[in-house]
């Protein structure tokens, strides 16, 4: 319980009368990921702003301990602000640049942006705004990452790609991770936990624990069993066999 970052107790929403979530209750532990994974406007984007303080629950407790960052589908980066200039805005906490500089060089090294510390948003592809928008958020002090659909919007590849560097910078950076994903693979690659939400109002339907370490690989044994296990409680699976979904990235 000591280690727990982020607990909510019997969360309830609604926005007027449509109540989009049902007594929802669990606990992230520090360094934890966990995927939360559920149909399409049951309410997860809500939930997440929850958690991150942005909106209050028409009823329940959460207590969150830590500085919080969320990553949205689409970037959230300032436009009139170059790459280098957004990452050192999530780096900087009232400390002078001039002290900033050299992490600031080896945070753009990192996350492999130093070739476009100086373009800004609207001049980048939509997977290295994405990148700098991760780590814009990894930047700094900041202990819990909330991560809203992050690569939804980018094309298989790319996605791929972002997942798997999103893996390494975890290692290096360890932060708690409450990732939204309808992207069943990707949430049995990165998480150590997944809940598996209802239609609305959502509650959870399951949790699903992964055993084995990160980083794993999208092909591995393991996430393609939990892949499927997750399209199953959903009731998805029998597209997922009958190849209706996309078999190598089944989404929800
Ligand atoms: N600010 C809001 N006011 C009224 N209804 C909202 C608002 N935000 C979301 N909703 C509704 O709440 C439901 C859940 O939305 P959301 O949390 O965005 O779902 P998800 O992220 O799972 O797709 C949807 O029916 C949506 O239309
Ligand atoms: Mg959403």
Redesign the pocket.
């Known amino acids: 319980m000591s280690d727990s970052v982020i607990q909510l107790d019997g969360i309830n929403h609604s926005?007027?009368d449509?109540t989009?979530l049902d007594r929802i209750s669990f606990q992230v532990r520090r360094a934890e990921s966990l995927a939360i994974v559920?149909?399409?406007?049951?309410?997860?984007?809500?939930?997440?702003?929850i958690i991150g303080g942005d909106l209050t629950p028409s009823n329940g407790r959460i207590r969150r301990a830590g500085r919080v960052r969320t990553v949205h589908q689409r970037s959230g980066l300032l436009p009139w602000r170059t790459v280098a200039e957004n990452i050192e805005l999530g780096l900087r906490n009232g400390s002078p640049l001039s002290r900033k500089q050299p992490e600031l060089q080896d945070l753009l090294r990192l996350f492999r942006l130093e070739r476009f510390a100086d373009f800004y948003p609207h001049q980048l592809s939509g997977g290295m705004r994405q990148r700098a928008e991760v780590g814009r958020a990894l930047a700094g002090e900041t202990e819990i990452l909330l991560l809203?659909?992050p690569f939804s919007s980018l094309d298989y590849l790319t996605r791929l790609r972002l997942r798997n560097e999103l893996v390494e910078l975890l290692r290096i950076r360890p932060r708690t991770v409450v990732l939204?994903t309808h992207d069943v693979t990707e949430a049995a690659q990165l998480a150590d936990r997944i809940l598996v939400?209802s239609d609305?109002p959502?509650i959870i339907r399951r949790e699903i624990r992964i055993e084995s370490m990160r980083p794993r690989e999208p092909t591995s044994p393991e996430v393609v069993r939990v892949a499927h296990e997750i399209l199953s409680e959903l009731g998805l699976e029998h597209d997922l066999r009958n190849g209706v979904a996309d078999s190598a990235v089944p989404m929800i």
């Open positions: 926005y007027g449509l989009v559920g149909p399409s406007g049951c309410g997860k984007t809500t939930l997440l702003r809203d659909e939204v939400l609305r959502a």
